[in-house]
């Protein structure tokens, strides 16, 4: 009988993983995990300074190869370009965290009811929550196909694509000093990237490419007390999780131990969806 280390399964030594919005407050974390797992980690995101800063405190923490790269994951230039820079420095990728997204950069566009919603704003967050989706999959996930390899895709989405949100919530909640809501744009985005990964599971499982998704509940991240007691109160729980908690799933989804599993989702949201 084959002896099997079940805790050898989650070791991503020797692996490349590249992380899209790697700077964020959940993508920070899920970088941290696999750097801490073993993995050589590419931190992908808008800012060249804040990636090449945080990559060079991974790996001063873990040891691991760690390289930032500024890239727009909605420009096809610099999708490609940042494709070509993780397979000069690592010669192969394993593991793909397509973890970005966006509210833009005027949040009061962003917020706006639905009546009054522009087209330019929501192709603007599509072109990044869902084209950047499906632009860094596309050059990655070829590359995957291309080594023979196989390979794990995991996407990252959001309670909100799987349920509408309950807008009570939102009565006297504030976050980054302003009302929010969660707009139908997000919603729209989140859901397609549910549907996205389980198109990209069936077309590369002949290439043993594994493409799974993390579907996150609400994150603490600096709402006010209101928002967090109504959102509290509508989780089993009974609170918001913390970005901590996301990271075990994905390291899971990124390791062998999870080699039979692909076109699913797991989904971290302190049993909303239960009820």
């Known amino acids: 009988m084959t002896s099997i280390s079940y805790r050898e399964l989650f070791d991503l030594k020797n692996k490349t993983a590249v992380v899209t919005g790697g700077v964020g407050i959940l993508g920070k974390k899920f970088c941290d995990g696999l750097s801490e797992f073993g993995a050589n980690v590419v931190v992908v995101d808008l800012d060249k300074e804040k990636v090449d800063n945080f990559a060079?405190?991974?790996?001063?923490?873990?040891?691991?190869?760690?390289?930032?790269?500024?890239?727009?994951?909605?420009?096809?230039?610099?999708?490609?370009?940042m494709t070509h820079q993780v397979i000069e420095e690592f010669g192969e990728i394993n593991i793909l965290h397509n973890n970005a997204a966006s509210k833009s950069d005027d949040l009061e566009a962003f917020f706006a009811p639905f009546e009054e919603y522009s087209l330019e704003k929501w192709n603007k967050i599509m072109s990044v929550n869902l084209g950047g989706m499906f632009l860094v999959a596309q050059a990655i996930g070829s590359h995957m196909a291309s080594q023979g390899k196989g390979g794990s895709i995991i996407q990252t989405s959001s309670i909100y694509?799987?349920?509408?949100?309950?807008?009570?919530?939102?009565?006297?909640?504030?976050?980054?000093?302003r009302k929010i809501n969660t707009p139908a744009v997000y919603s729209a985005s989140k859901a397609a990237v549910i549907g996205l990964s389980k198109y990209l599971a069936t077309y590369w499982a002949d290439r043993n490419i594994r493409v799974n998704t993390l579907i996150l509940g609400g994150n603490e991240s600096g709402q006010n007390e209101t928002f967090k007691n109504n959102y509290?109160?509508?989780?089993?729980?009974?609170?918001?999780?913390?970005?901590?908690?996301?990271?075990?799933?994905?390291?899971?989804?990124?390791?062998?131990?999870?080699?039979?599993?692909?076109?699913?989702?797991i989904i971290i949201d302190g049993g909303l969806s239960a009820w």
Do not use: W
């Open 161 to 177: 694509g799987m349920l509408a949100p309950d807008h009570r919530i939102y009565e006297g909640s504030y976050y980054l000093n």
């Open 56 to 81: 060079k405190e991974l790996m001063n923490k873990y040891k691991n190869k760690c390289l930032g790269i500024a890239c727009d994951v909605s420009s096809p230039r610099d999708v490609k370009a």
């Open 232 to 265: 509290s109160f509508r989780t089993p729980l009974g609170r918001m999780g913390k970005p901590d908690e996301m990271v075990a799933a994905l390291v899971f989804l990124a390791s062998e131990a999870s080699s039979y599993i692909t076109g699913q989702s």
